[in-house]
Every structure is written in structure tokens, then in C-alpha cells.
């Protein structure tokens, strides 16, 4: 069973910073794309950042400048450093493969932006 694993997620004031991990229990990920999702209360899953095996990045306008997607395929691992964090940016964040058929959702992380 595959199995995506998020943490780095917590409490953070806004202004303040935050970085995910997700580490994959399997070495397809190093065939495909990742993505950062988030899921905010009410509202559809959303991809807010990608990046290729290869490295290239795209980000949704939403977080375009603030946050940062790497990953190290040596680990099976994908990061995502968020800055300037935004009342808005809540949610709890997912990563997962980008592709039309995905691997099972991992639990996700909680991130909360508030003072």
C-alpha cells in the first residue's frame, strides 16, 4: 500500500512561515510530478503548487512568490516552504502525485494562519 505522509503543519501568526514535508512510501514518485494541494473548510481541493521530476515549479496566483516547492528524489520527499502566511492560506495541505490517476490521499497537515 502506498502511502504519502504529510507533516511540518501547525499554528502560525500571520507574516510568519512554515515548511511542509511529504514523504512517499514508494519509488514512483520519482517518475512524476508532485503537487501541493490544500483543502480549505467548505471548499474543493485545490492544487496550489507542482513540481516536475525534473524540477520546473508552477504555483497558483494565490501563493505565487510566497511559497516555495522542492523536492529531494533521493528521499522520496517533497517540501513546500510557505511564507508571508495569510489568514486565507488555512487549510490542511495534501500532496500527492500530479496525475490523472492518483495515489491514495495521504491525512494531510493542518495549517492555521491567526493571531
Known amino acids: 500500500q502506498v502511502q504519502l505522509v504529510e507533516s511540518g503543519g501547525g499554528l502560525v501568526q500571520p507574516g510568519g512561515s512554515l515548511r511542509l514535508s511529504c514523504a512517499a512510501s514508494?519509488?514512483?514518485?520519482?517518475?512524476?510530478?508532485m503537487g501541493w494541494y490544500r483543502q480549505q473548510p467548505g471548499k474543493q481541493r485545490e492544487l496550489v503548487a507542482r513540481?516536475?521530476?525534473?524540477?520546473?515549479?508552477n504555483y497558483a496566483d494565490s501563493v505565487k512568490g510566497r511559497f516555495t516547492i522542492s523536492r529531494d528524489n533521493a528521499k522520496n520527499t517533497v517540501y513546500l516552504q510557505m511564507n508571508s502566511l495569510k489568514p486565507e492560506d488555512t487549510a490542511v495541505y495534501y500532496c500527492?502525485?500530479?496525475?490523472?490517476?492518483?495515489?491514495?490521499w495521504g491525512q494531510g497537515t493542518q495549517v492555521t494562519v491567526s493571531s
Open positions: 513540481a516536475t521530476s525534473g524540477g520546473i515549479t
Open positions: 500527492n502525485i500530479f496525475a490523472r490517476h492518483q495515489l491514495p
Open positions: 514508494t519509488t514512483i514518485f520519482r517518475l512524476y510530478a
